[in-house]
C-alpha cells in the first residue's frame, strides 16, 4: 500500500494548510474500515501521533492541536485530511498518514510524508 501525502508547505505563525494523504487503489475495499491517523515528526525527534479517525469519523486530537486542527475522511476517495488553523512554530515537522491501533502499531509502510513549516 502507498500512501500519499501532500498540501504541506511554508506558512507564517496564525496561517493555514490542509494537507491530503490518499492511499493506493490496492486497498479501497478495507480502507473505509480502517481507523486513520496523522502523525508527525520534528527534526531529530520521534514521529508522534496528531490526531486520529475512527472508519465511521469519530476524530480525537492530541492536546496541543485541539481546537487548532481538524481530520477527516472521504472514504470513496482513498483520503485522510488534515485541516491546519492558527499554526505555530511548533508545529514545524514532516506530516505523515497512517493506520492506527492503540499500542503504535500500523498496518503499512510509510510514506515520504509531507513538509510543514511554520515561521515566527
Known amino acids: 500500500v502507498q500512501l500519499q501525502a501532500s498540501g504541506g508547505g511554508l506558512v507564517q505563525a496564525g496561517g493555514s494548510l490542509r494537507l491530503s494523504c490518499k492511499a493506493s487503489?490496492?486497498?479501497?475495499?478495507?480502507?473505509?474500515?480502517?481507523?486513520m491517523a496523522w502523525y508527525r515528526q520534528p527534526a531529530g525527534k520521534e514521529r508522534e501521533l496528531v490526531a486520529r479517525?475512527?472508519?465511521?469519523?469519530?476524530?480525537t486530537y492530541e492536546d496541543s492541536v485541539k481546537g487548532r486542527f481538524t481530520i477527516s475522511r472521504d472514504n470513496g476517495k482513498r483520503t485522510v485530511y488534515l485541516q491546519m488553523n492558527s499554526l505555530r512554530p511548533s508545529d514545524t515537522a514532516v506530516y505523515y498518514c497512517?493506520?492506527?491501533?492503540?499500542?503504535?502499531?500500523?498496518?503499512?509502510?510509510w510514506g515520504q510524508g509531507t513538509l510543514v513549516t511554520v515561521s515566527s
Open positions: 479517525i475512527s472508519g465511521g469519523g469519530e476524530s
Open positions: 487503489r490496492s486497498i479501497f475495499s478495507v480502507f473505509s474500515g480502517k481507523n
Open positions: 497512517n493506520t492506527y491501533h492503540p499500542f503504535g502499531d500500523v498496518d503499512w509502510n
